[in-house]
C-alpha cells in the first residue's frame, strides 16, 4: 500500500460516523478506577507494613544475637592458675 493510498484509507475510516459508546460505560469506568485506586493503595500500604515489621524483627534479632561480636575461641583452653 503506497502512500496516496494509505491516505485514502485514513480519510475514509475518518469520515465514517464513529460507533456509539454506551451511556453507562464512564460511569463503569470510574467505579473500575476507583476500586483499582483502592487496591493499589491498599497493597501499597501492606508491603510498607511488611517492611516495617522486618526492619523491627530484623533489629530485634541483631539485637539478640549480637552478630558483630566475635565469639569466644573455643580452641585454646583458658588460663586458670597461674
Partial sequence: MNR????????????QTSAHVPPDLYG??????????RRR?????????LLFAAAVAFTVWAVSVRPWVE????????FIDW
Fill in 41 to 49: 493503595r491498599l497493597v501499597h500500604r501492606v508491603l510498607w507494613l
Fill in 4 to 15: 496516496p493510498e494509505r491516505e485514502a484509507a485514513v480519510r475514509r475510516i475518518l469520515e
Fill in 71 to 78: 565469639p569466644p575461641s573455643q580452641t585454646t583452653p583458658p
Fill in 28 to 37: 463503569e469506568a470510574v467505579r473500575r478506577g476507583e476500586r483499582l485506586l
